[in-house]
Structure formats: structure tokens, C-alpha cells
């Protein structure tokens, strides 16, 4: 059975600092891993999606890396700002005849200005 | 931008009664899901539903649940029965055929 577990659970940073959030999994044969914002009470904000034949997915300040065969994804955020401060969440989607994404339990990011 | 939007946003209920959660997806989605969220765990999948048929359903999607794509635009989950045990908050995904699921901003749904 998949199960996604992010390290930390919870981080504190000053403004313009460089981070990583990590992803682990436990089964590889995954098809695609999704990283996700939710700022409190909120929806779910799709950031960045990796497939599984691919190493990294860049957006703006975002770089989000995929190693299939060890189990991991890092989210990259450089130049943090304020407005980062959410829950950082990663989902994966295993491979085979199945649609659903298995979610981690998240990391709560906050941007100290 | 297009987006998912889901109503409403809070839903209070006593034990017993029945919910309808709804949702419009994104206009040219095929693939629509419900995903719940109790406060301070984890994202679970309740259904997928493709084709108008639930494509695939988790332990927790027992008979007290249904899902009904009655028109064209909407997507909804019913809720038979509630139970304390329900309460949490409630999202909508869809996607097209390509793989990035995009989420409502939920319902947060309170059984008292």
C-alpha cells in the first residue's frame, strides 16, 4: 500500500532564504507526482506536476525534482518571500488502473519577514 | 482562468440528515473526483467518476454516499445519513486527459 510522508512537518524561515521540502514514498511504480499549496481554509492550489519519466519540473521560483527509483521529491523554493507561507502538499498517483492521488501529510511553511 | 467552484462553502447539519454537495468542474473536464479532508489529517479519495459511472471508489465511499453528474455542468455528492464522523471538508477535482487534477476550494461541511 502507497504511503507519502513529508519532512518536515513544519518550518520557519526569514525572508529571502533558499528551502527544500521533501517527499517520500513507498512504492516507485508510481505514473506522477503533484505538489500542491492550501492556505488555511482553503483549496487545493496545483503547483507543479512531475510524471513519472521525468527528473524536474520548474515554475517561476519553484523547482520541484523526482527520483522515481529511491522514492523521493524535493520542492525547491529560492528567494522565499511572505506570501509563500502556506501548507505544502505532495500527491502521487500510482501507476496501473487507478485515478486517485494518494496525498502526504504536509509541510506548514512559514515566511518570517 | 478557469476554475473549479463548489457550493457551498459551509454547510452545518444535524446527525441523521441528508447533504448534497455541489460542484461545477472546469467546462471541457471528462474526470471528476471528491476528496475529503478531516481537520488535521491527511487529503483522502472518496470517488472518481468518468463517464457518468464511478470509475473508482475507496473504503470510506460506503452506501450513505452517492455522486450524480445531472447535467452538464454540475457534479455532486450526497450524503444519505450523516454522522458526526463526516464532518470535514469536502473538495472537488477534475481534470482533462491530461493528468493534473485541479481542486475546488471545498466545502466544509459540520454534523453536529
Known amino acids: 500500500k502507497q504511503e507519502v510522508t513529508q519532512i518536515p512537518a513544519a518550518l520557519s524561515v526569514p525572508e529571502g532564504e533558499n528551502l527544500v521540502l521533501n517527499c517520500s514514498f513507498t512504492?516507485?511504480?508510481?505514473?506522477?507526482l503533484q505538489w500542491f499549496r492550501q492556505d488555511p481554509g482553503k483549496g487545493l492550489t496545483s503547483l507543479l506536476l512531475?510524471?513519472?519519466?521525468?527528473r524536474e519540473q520548474t515554475s517561476g521560483r519553484l523547482n520541484a525534482s523526482l527520483d522515481k527509483s529511491s522514492g523521493r521529491s524535493t520542492l525547491y523554493i529560492a528567494a522565499s518571500q511572505p506570501g509563500d507561507s502556506a501548507t505544502y502538499l505532495c500527491?502521487?498517483?500510482?501507476?496501473?488502473?487507478?485515478?486517485?492521488?494518494?496525498f502526504g501529510t504536509g509541510t506548514l511553511l512559514a515566511v518570517q519577514p | 482562468e478557469p476554475e473549479v467552484t463548489q457550493t457551498p462553502s459551509h454547510q452545518v447539519t444535524q446527525m441523521g440528515q441528508e447533504v448534497i454537495l455541489r460542484c461545477v468542474p472546469i467546462?471541457?473536464?471528462?474526470?471528476f473526483y471528491w476528496y475529503r479532508q478531516i481537520l488535521g489529517q491527511k487529503v483522502e479519495f472518496l470517488v472518481s467518476?468518468?463517464?457518468?459511472?464511478?470509475?473508482?471508489k475507496s473504503e470510506i465511499f460506503d452506501d450513505q454516499f452517492s455522486v450524480e453528474r445531472p447535467d452538464g455542468s454540475n457534479f455532486t455528492l450526497k450524503i444519505r445519513s450523516t454522522k458526526l464522523e463526516d464532518s470535514a471538508m469536502y473538495f472537488c477535482?477534475?481534470?482533462?486527459?491530461?493528468?493534473?487534477?485541479?481542486f475546488g476550494p471545498g466545502t466544509r461541511l459540520t454534523v453536529t
Open positions: 477535482a477534475s481534470r482533462a486527459y491530461k493528468d493534473e487534477q485541479y
Open positions: 512504492d516507485s511504480a508510481i505514473y506522477n
Open positions: 512531475i510524471q513519472s519519466s521525468q
Open positions: 500527491a502521487v498517483k500510482n501507476g496501473g488502473a487507478t485515478n486517485k492521488l494518494i
Open positions: 467546462s471541457n473536464h471528462l474526470y
Open positions: 467518476f468518468y463517464n457518468n459511472e464511478i470509475s473508482e
